[in-house]
């Protein structure tokens, strides 16, 4: 069955320092979101992306992150200067349509700001 | 935001019995539809089971039903047959609403515990 890929499954990094967290969506997926998820917490909408664009950001979703899809395959999010309260599990995930089957998260990358 | 409400923060249920777990959503949307997700201890997301708000049979999955109630904007989980494997945090999401376009929107979700 095919799967959205994410990479690194956890990363550290240093508060201040830029992190990219990487995702391979399931290949004719059209379109692409991360989510973010504090631990203890709900999972959270950060950023949707279609068309090599984004069509949806929330409020968290503030000029420190960017979200591109630089070769067709990876979907990427960065972070551009951590902040503590950027840790979190970050969940990417596609779709093929707007459709609601077929909808598929990732494994997750947590990221531990310290 | 949508409101999603799932009022049980945490279950404690038997292996081999049944839980229901309740999810309640504020919509005034008349099509759109409703997800659930297991997230065990290692963090993965699982899909569980959907249901659009026009589908005339509540959804079923295996040990996994949906008792989709659209009037009372209620969608709860029943898991039959409880399992040691069914320990996990659940989380309910619409999707399609006014509020849920194209993306969906979690409740705080519901920590079930399974004792043997």
């Known amino acids: 069955e095919p799967e959205v890929t994410q990479t690194p499954s956890h990363q550290v990094t240093q508060m201040g320092q830029e992190v990219i967290l990487r995702c391979v969506p399931i290949s004719n997926h059209l379109y692409f979101y991360w989510y973010r998820q504090i631990l203890g917490q709900k999972v959270e909408f950060l950023v949707s992306?279609?068309?090599?664009?984004?069509?949806?950001k929330s409020e968290i979703f503030d000029d420190q992150f960017s979200v591109e899809r630089p070769d067709g395959s990876n979907f990427t999010l960065k972070i551009r200067s951590t902040k503590l309260e950027d840790s979190a599990m970050y969940f990417c995930?596609?779709?093929?349509?707007?459709?609601?089957?077929?909808?598929?998260f990732g494994s997750g990358t947590r990221l531990t700001v310290v | 935001a949508q409101k999603i409400t799932q009022t049980q923060p945490g279950m404690f249920v038997q292996e081999k019995e049944a839980v229901t777990l309740d999810c309640t959503y504020d919509?005034?949307?008349?099509?759109?539809?409703l997800f659930w997700y297991k997230q065990p201890s290692s963090g993965e997301m699982i899909f569980l089971i959907y249901?659009?708000?026009?589908?005339?049979q509540n959804a079923t999955e295996g040990r996994y039903s949906l008792n989709f109630q659209k009037a009372r904007k209620s969608a709860n989980l029943v898991i039959s047959a409880s399992q040691l494997g069914d320990s996990a945090m659940y989380f309910c999401a619409p999707w399609g609403t006014t509020d849920s376009w194209g993306k969906l929107q979690f409740g705080a979700g519901t920590q079930v515990v399974v004792t043997p």
């Open positions: 919509t005034s949307d008349q099509s759109y539809g």
């Open positions: 249901q659009g708000s026009y589908d005339e």
């Open positions: 992306f279609y068309n090599n664009e984004i069509s949806e």
């Open positions: 995930a596609s779709t093929l349509g707007q459709g609601a089957r077929g909808y598929t």
